[in-house]
């Protein structure tokens, strides 16, 4: 396999974006990352995206996308797993690249949201429809009964998932691509209203439009293009059961483990290495699961890190300096895109007023449905 490096970087704001369709949102992050790219050239395009179908009516999107970037020919593939298809669609524009098979690809991630009459029902088509979604339950009532679980085996509480909450707000109010950029208090969390107990409204992610791209090449030719490359030093995906009755401890995210443990074999680097991390809180107790699943502290401790400042700018590992899908949004075909591109602007010391000082080894982890897949990328800046 060939190395492969991220060589440009692009994304919308996020946000409820009434003047702009699904494809003007492809098309502001693609020429983005393009034009970071310093190319106009792109081989292959890879475009995650949940449900275009049903959020807006449009399937089809590879060539639409292609046709509107202005690139009609070129070979475009949709990538959907759930929430994690952006995340997805980053890891098949990392394999054509590292197979040989082209020089020059655009990987992607497009959602439009808000313009949905159905939302609830259509991001629950994404957990078993036999087994889950016909007992009428939700995707904040199954985090809900994640949280519960996590509640009685770890002592994890209310406020500790609140502490999460106030962190990313924190965050996110200094991002400028965010959607809520309002700094949020412990008291403003857990006032809150209660929308699937014990989640409240300021423990979930928001209903979001939004894109984002980066444009990929071989290591060995990333200098053509930028004096900036960030490496890929690995790709690591897992799947798990849809249903989450069926997992062996629904207080533990597997999935996010697996996926984790094989990027950190691949990319030959462990927790302790990393500086920064964007993870999939979708829900305040998914990102608690996520400290422990990729063993950025033990099990049990997750609970622990948010209030300790242990994830917080300037702790031990930041995670979500971005504001996360929390503050920034989860317009959920582009968050996984969205996560990498934060790490590519750390790595490039690009990251603002929430640059993490020194950052080497970056990761993202992105997650579909309750944590039936996830997809961990590995960056290093050289
Ligand atoms: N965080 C902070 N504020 C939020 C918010 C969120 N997640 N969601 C909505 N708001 C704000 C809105 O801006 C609005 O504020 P305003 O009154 O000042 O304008 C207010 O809360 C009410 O907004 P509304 O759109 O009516 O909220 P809602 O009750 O319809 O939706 C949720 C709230 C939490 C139910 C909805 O955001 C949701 O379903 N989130 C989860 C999405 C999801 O499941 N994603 C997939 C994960 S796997």
Redesign the pocket.
């Known amino acids: 396999m060939r190395e492969v490096a991220v060589i440009g970087v692009g994304m919308t704001k996020f946000g409820e974006l009434w003047d702009m369709s699904l494809r003007d949102l492809f098309v502001e992050a693609a020429l983005g990352a393009m034009k970071g790219a310093g190319t106009d050239s792109i081989d292959s395009i890879y475009v995650g995206n949940m449900s275009g179908g049903q959020f807006v009516g449009q399937e089809h999107l590879g060539p639409l996308m292609a046709d509107h970037l202005g690139l009609g020919g070129v070979p475009a593939t949709r990538v959907e797993s ?2 994690a298809s952006g995340g997805m669609a980053l890891r098949s524009a990392y394999l054509e690249v590292a197979s040989g098979m082209s020089d020059l690809v655009l990987a992607s991630g497009v959602e439009k949201m808000n313009d949905g009459a159905d ?2 029902g259509v ?1 629950a088509t ?1 957990s078993d429809q036999e087994e889950e979604v016909y007992y009428g339950v ?3 009532g199954l ?1 809900a009964m994640i949280a519960r679980a996590h509640m009685e085996k770890y002592g994890t509480t209310e406020e500790d998932m609140s502490w999460v909450s106030v962190k990313a707000h924190r965050n996110g109010a200094k991002n400028p691509h965010a959607q ?1 950029r309002r700094v949020m208090s412990l008291e403003d969390v857990l006032t ?2 209660v ?1 699937a107990e014990p989640l409240r ?2 423990h ?4 979001t439009d939004g894109g984002a791209a980066m444009v990929l090449c071989p290591l060995d030719r990333a200098h053509e293009f930028t004096d900036k490359p960030v490496k890929i030093l690995a790709s690591g995906a897992a799947t798990s059961s849809l249903t989450l009755a069926d997992r062996a401890d629904p207080a533990d995210l597997d999935v996010v483990e697996l996926s984790g443990n094989r990027a950190y074999e691949m990319a030959g680097v462990t927790a302790e290495d990393i500086d920064v991390a964007e993870v999939h809180d ?2 305040a107790i998914a990102e608690i699961c996520c400290y422990e699943a990729l063993g950025f502290v033990e099990k049990g401790f997750g609970k622990d890190a948010a209030r300790e400042g242990i994830t917080d700018l300037g702790g031990k590992i930041p995670v979500n300096v971005s504001g996360g ?2 503050s920034k949004g ?1 317009p ?1 075909g582009a968050t996984g895109i969205a996560q990498a591109v934060t790490i590519i602007e750390q790595l490039r010391g690009e990251g603002g007023e929430v640059q993490v000082e020194g950052a080497k080894i970056g990761l993202a982890q992105n997650m579909g ?2 944590g039936a897949s996830s997809v961990v990328h590995i960056f290093q800046g050289v």
Do not use: D, I, M, W
């Not at 979930?204 to 209903?207: A, G, L, N």
């Open positions: 759930a929430c939302v609830t991001l994404a939700t995707f904040p985090y809520f809150s209203s929308v409204l300021l979930c992610s928001p209903v979708c829900f899908l929390k989860h959920v449905g309750s």
